[in-house]
């Protein structure tokens, strides 16, 4: 006796059973997530070495994906990018990977990715990001988020001095100019 393969049914309200379309449901998530992912390795290769800390490209990808993700596919993309470098891909700055950049002088600044994205992610969620003052200044409490988060683990390792006058200094003018090009950036690809 041959078995015959089985029609697609519906449920009784016509709706197809969940099974049949939650696959495709993942698709965009995890495109999403793949794209960020390279858009963090991308911006991580726009360096400018100024200490023990590169100057990189690197948060205004983690607020673009805050402010367009949400605080949920944000942090999602941000973990999935932190499993990659501790699996020896060189998606870091300078092409580095490994456990060990994690607990270095910018683990507190990767550390920061995070906690960065799931603010601008919630504060976007609540529409903070309608108006172009709040997009900037969104974008300003995500890089504060980086910088203090860099600050406290970069002054276990060296003096809080030195943390404060290499790893936070250097970058106030030119995190204050990237808070305002992704909000202008988020504001048009938004509309």
Known sequence: MTSQPQPL???HAGVMPAAHYAAPSLIKPLFLILMG?????CSSRIMLPIGPVPA?????AVLLIGALYGARL???TILTYFAEALSGLPVLAGGLSGFLCFLGPTGGY???FLFSVLL???LADNGSIKT???AFFTMLAGHTVILFSGFIWLGTLITWKKAALLGV???LTVDFFKSLFIAATVRLIRK
Do not use: E, I
């Open 132 to 134: 172009g003052t709040g």
């Open 37 to 41: 992912t390279l858009l963090l390795t």
């Open 9 to 11: 049914t519906t449920s």
């Open 120 to 122: 601008v992610g919630w």
């Open 110 to 112: 990767l550390a920061g």
């Open 74 to 76: 944000g942090a999602l």
């Open 56 to 60: 990189t490209m690197q948060t205004c």
């Open 169 to 171: 200094m250097p970058f």
